[in-house]
Structures are given as structure tokens and as C-alpha cells.
């Protein structure tokens, strides 16, 4: 069974750098897109980006210029770097596997993590 | 960026009852929609994928249908345990977008 744990710290003041990291145990990373998406308090999901098996990335363009996602398939982990934090990033950080088949086009989230929140505030 | 409409953002509803919810995108999608479930304080759950295929190990009383532009998520009975937001996902091209979210709750 594929499980995903999400880890970093809780609160984070503004203007720095949120680092996340999601562990990922019971399966390999090869093949698949490994996807993070945040919620903000009583909000809706944002999907923020993610990072092919490869090292290819594919980022919301509404975060772009404040992310980096990255990837060490020795480790099995992949981590969320995001810069110029504000009280708007705010949010419940999830980790999930993005799982599909190229010859149908169909991808979807299929392992999540616990989610972590993370606050921003001094 | 293609944006996806839920609707009604929250309905109230009783254990037995049929519920429809309904998902809009600004664009055609062809079918490449899914259908997720989250209960407080826990990750969503995958119910649906490619607008009607279901998960493995979802109750057959979800359903999914659509295509183009408009699609919907059916519980055909409403169980204790269905009560839950929802959401839809579009992953026809990024960013992956998602709708608002439907909670759905007991009347």
C-alpha cells in the first residue's frame, strides 16, 4: 500500500520560505507525476504543481514565480519549495500521487498524504 | 486557465435521498474530469475518474457522467457516511484545476 506523509514546519513568518517534504513508502516513484496542492482554512483546494518521475515540472501559473518542486527518487521523497510567503499561503499542504495512463489520457490523484498546515504569521 | 463551476455550493439532504451535483468548465474538457471526497479534516479521496469510471473499492451507488462542458456526480442513496464535501478536477490541461466544492449535508 502506497502511503505519502507530508513534513516541514508548522508556522513560518512572512516573507520567508515555506520547505515541505513528502515521504513516499510501499511503491516507486518511476512513472508517475507527484503532485502538491494546498487549502486554505473552511477553502477550496488549489492545485500548486507537479514533478514527473524525469525531473519535469509543470507549475500554476498564479504561483510559478514562488515555486519549486524537486525530486530525489534515492530518497523517495519530493519536496515544495515556495518563497515570499504571505498570510494568503496559509493553507492545509497535501501530497499526493498523480497516477494515469498516457494511451487514454487519464490521470488522477490517487494516494494523498495527511495534509500539513502550515501558518504564516510572525 | 480553465475554470471549473460547481453547483449548488451546499445542499441538505436526508440518509436514502438521490443527490446530484453538477460541474461546469469555461471550456470543452472532453471527459477528462474526477470526482473527489473529502470529510473533515481528512485528505480527498478519489471516487471517480475520466468523468464516469469508478474507483476501485467506491459503492456502486456513485455514478458520473459527461462530457464537453458539463458534468455530474449521482449518489443514487445517501448513506451516514456519504456526508462530505465534493469536488470535481479537470485534468485536461494545467493547471489542474478544481471546482469550489459541494458540501453536502444531513437534513
Known amino acids: 500500500q502506497v502511503q505519502l506523509q507530508e513534513s516541514g514546519p508548522g508556522l513560518v513568518k512572512p516573507s520567508e520560505t515555506l520547505s515541505l517534504t513528502c515521504t513516499v513508502s510501499?511503491?516507486?516513484?518511476?512513472?508517475?507525476?507527484w503532485t502538491w496542492i494546498r487549502q486554505p482554512p473552511g477553502k477550496g483546494l488549489e492545485w500548486i504543481g507537479y514533478?514527473?518521475?524525469?525531473?519535469?515540472?509543470n507549475y500554476n501559473p498564479s504561483l510559478k514565480s514562488r515555486v519549486t518542486i524537486s525530486l530525489d527518487t534515492s530518497t523517495n521523497q519530493f519536496s515544495l519549495k515556495l518563497t515570499s510567503l504571505t498570510a494568503a499561503d496559509t493553507a492545509v499542504y497535501y501530497c499526493?500521487?498523480?497516477?494515469?495512463?498516457?494511451?487514454?489520457?487519464?490521470?488522477?490523484?490517487?494516494?494523498w498524504g495527511q495534509g500539513s498546515l502550515v501558518t504564516v504569521s510572525s | 486557465d480553465i475554470q471549473m463551476t460547481q453547483s449548488p455550493s451546499s445542499l441538505s439532504a436526508s440518509v436514502g435521498d438521490g443527490v446530484t451535483i453538477t460541474c461546469r468548465a469555461s471550456?470543452?474538457?472532453?471527459?477528462?474530469v474526477n470526482w473527489y471526497q473529502q470529510k473533515s479534516g481528512k485528505a480527498p479521496t478519489l471516487l471517480i475518474y475520466?468523468?464516469?469510471t469508478l474507483q476501485s473499492g467506491v459503492p456502486s451507488r456513485f455514478s458520473g457522467s459527461g462530457s464537453g462542458t458539463d458534468f455530474t456526480l449521482t449518489i443514487s442513496s445517501l448513506q451516514p457516511e456519504d456526508f462530505a464535501t465534493y469536488y470535481c478536477q479537470q485534468t485536461y490541461s494545467a493547471p489542474r484545476t478544481f471546482g469550489q466544492g459541494t458540501r453536502v449535508e444531513i437534513k
Open positions: 471550456q470543452n474538457i472532453r471527459n477528462f
Open positions: 499526493a500521487r498523480d497516477h494515469g495512463w498516457y494511451s487514454t489520457g487519464y490521470y488522477f490523484l490517487d494516494y
Open positions: 514533478i514527473y518521475s524525469s525531473g519535469a515540472t
Open positions: 475520466g468523468a464516469s
Open positions: 510501499g511503491g516507486s516513484m518511476n512513472s508517475y507525476y
